[in-house]
């Protein structure tokens, strides 16, 4: 049983609807109206969040020609850190207006801090909650500094083995945090379905005792979709107003009319779990009316033997059960028995 989790006193948990983030990264393509124009697409699309990343170059990495600064492969094969950081951060001196655009529609904003200054500026402007990136997870200090902000935070995963993440959840409560999400991720950009091993999230929830969420950075909403029926109750996802216009993450995040379908599906894939019928009480409802069970089909005269030209198993159910059917032929009819006519026991004699 995971610990209780809210946001902004929004509950989070199996018993409600997914908490769906809507992550904006990198895909205001350094435009500040297009940012703004992402949160009102988060809001159209009936998110509870958007994400942001509180970052500059220089407090994520530093500008140096080593080889273990440039990317090999991938997404960004080629580029240096410094470079995509410098392109894909998000200005610090956007943060209040998408705050403000955010709370305006009622959605909940919040952001990934890289460094201790950023998380002092975050709650500078009263975050609600805080988010640790996947790659920050062993940065025990800077989750201790977060913690002691006292607001819910939500931890990735991402390449974090066991111990790791025991250390990440060590350090959030010995920083006095109380309510924590993780989220299980596969830091790939894209990541392939048949990698995502979603049966981990019934994993992470048993072995740590709390919620579990979803960063997916698939294509489409299709594993976001069955993540739920594994047990998440947060979903994380990428938000672009047009992957065509391009941008650092723009290749692996969804449109707003996908994003919209996202949260519908993700809801009614909620929906649809209820709890197990364990008695199957009430399964039929008005319609076991139209189940099989046994009717007379042709007359019957009283006295004469019932016979399988006499009764059928047949549409609809007010019948005896089609399992009698042995028991019923060859016993006499009580009295006459007319075409149409739902069989029941007092309609029959006992065989001779």
Not at 13 to 22: E, K, Q, R, S, V
Not at 80 to 97: F, I, K, N, V
Not at 287 to 306: H, I, K, P
Request: proline share 6%.
């Amino acid at each position: 049983m995971s610990q209780p989790f809210a946001i902004a006193g929004r509950p989070i948990g199996l018993d409600h609807a997914p908490y769906i983030i809507a992550e904006l990264s990198g895909n205001h393509n350094g435009d500040l109206d297009r940012a703004l124009a992402l949160v009102d697409a988060a809001a159209a699309s009936g998110a509870d969040a958007v994400k942001l990343q509180t970052y500059t170059a220089d407090t994520i990495t530093i500008d140096c020609d080593r080889p273990e600064f440039r990317i090999n492969g991938g997404l960004w094969d080629g580029r240096s850190l410094h470079e995509l950081y410098r392109e894909a951060s998000t200005p610090w001196e956007w943060h209040a207006a998408l705050f403000a655009r955010a709370k305006g529609h009622g959605l909940h904003c919040f952001s990934s801090p890289f460094d201790p200054t950023a998380v002092d500026f975050l709650a500078a402007l009263d975050a609600p909650a805080y988010k640790i990136a996947s790659f920050e997870l062993v940065d025990t200090p800077l989750i201790r500094k977060v913690a002691a902000q006292g607001r819910p935070m939500i931890m990735s995963t991402g390449i974090a083995n066991f111990a790791e993440i025991e250390d990440a959840l060590r350090a959030a409560r010995e920083g006095g945090a109380q309510q924590i999400a993780l989220l299980h991720c596969i830091s790939a950009y894209p990541a392939k379905p048949e990698e995502m091993r979603l049966g981990t999230i019934a994993m992470l929830g048993d072995a740590f005792g709390v919620p579990i969420g979803l960063s997916d950075h698939t294509l489409g909403s299709a594993v976001a979709v069955a993540s739920i029926a594994r047990g998440a109750v947060i979903i994380e996802k990428h938000l672009t107003l047009a992957r065509a216009d391009g941008g650092p993450d723009a290749e692996f995040s969804l449109e707003p009319m996908e994003f919209r379908q996202l949260v519908a599906d993700c809801r009614m894939a909620h929906a649809a779990l209820g709890g197990p019928l364990h008695d199957r009480k009430g399964v039929g409802g008005a319609n076991a009316q139209f189940r099989r069970s046994l009717y007379v089909v042709a007359d019957v005269t009283a006295g004469e033997v019932v016979t399988e030209a006499h009764v059928r198993s047949i549409r609809p159910g007010l019948g005896l059960p089609p399992k009698h059917l042995p028991e019923v032929l060859g016993r006499p009819a009580a009295r006459d028995l007319t075409r149409g006519e739902p069989l029941d026991w007092s309609m029959l004699g006992q065989r001779q």
